[in-house]
């Protein structure tokens, strides 16, 4: 079992960067396949990213190539760093968890979620 808190959220200008964090806890951490997930107001939760075990990485569409996942085992954290961001990545984001070999950002896989960090870009 492991459990998820995000931080680094905040405002930031159209074209700007920010980098999420997800501090996790549990020592079987790195076994799990982790991703990130975002949902606006009266929408529902869509995929961001996903990285496996082995570091093999994942994007929807939409943040493809702005957006860069990646984890760092030893400090049990997975990060999120987004550059080029726009006004459509206004958001609350989420990192989840789950220890499955198909790793994907598809919110079926998910059973662990952390709190939320809102994103706002303006």
């Known amino acids: 079992h492991v459990q998820l808190v995000e931080s680094g959220g905040g405002s930031v200008p159209a074209g700007g960067s920010l980098r999420l964090s997800c501090a996790a806890s549990g020592y079987t951490y790195s076994s799990y396949c982790m991703g990130w997930f975002r949902q606006a107001p009266g929408k529902e939760r869509e995929g961001v990213a996903a990285?496996?075990?082995?570091?093999?990485?994942s994007y929807a569409d939409s943040v493809k190539g702005r957006f860069t996942i990646s984890r760092d085992n030893a400090k049990n954290t997975l990060y999120l760093q987004m550059d080029n961001l726009k006004p459509e990545d206004t958001a609350v984001y989420y990192c989840?968890?789950?220890?499955?070999?198909?790793?994907?950002?598809?919110?079926?896989?998910?059973?662990?979620w952390g709190q939320g960090t809102q994103v706002t870009v303006s």
């Open positions: 990285i496996d075990s082995d570091g093999s990485t």
């Open positions: 989840a968890a789950d220890k499955t070999w198909v790793c994907w950002p598809d919110v079926e896989l998910f059973g662990t």
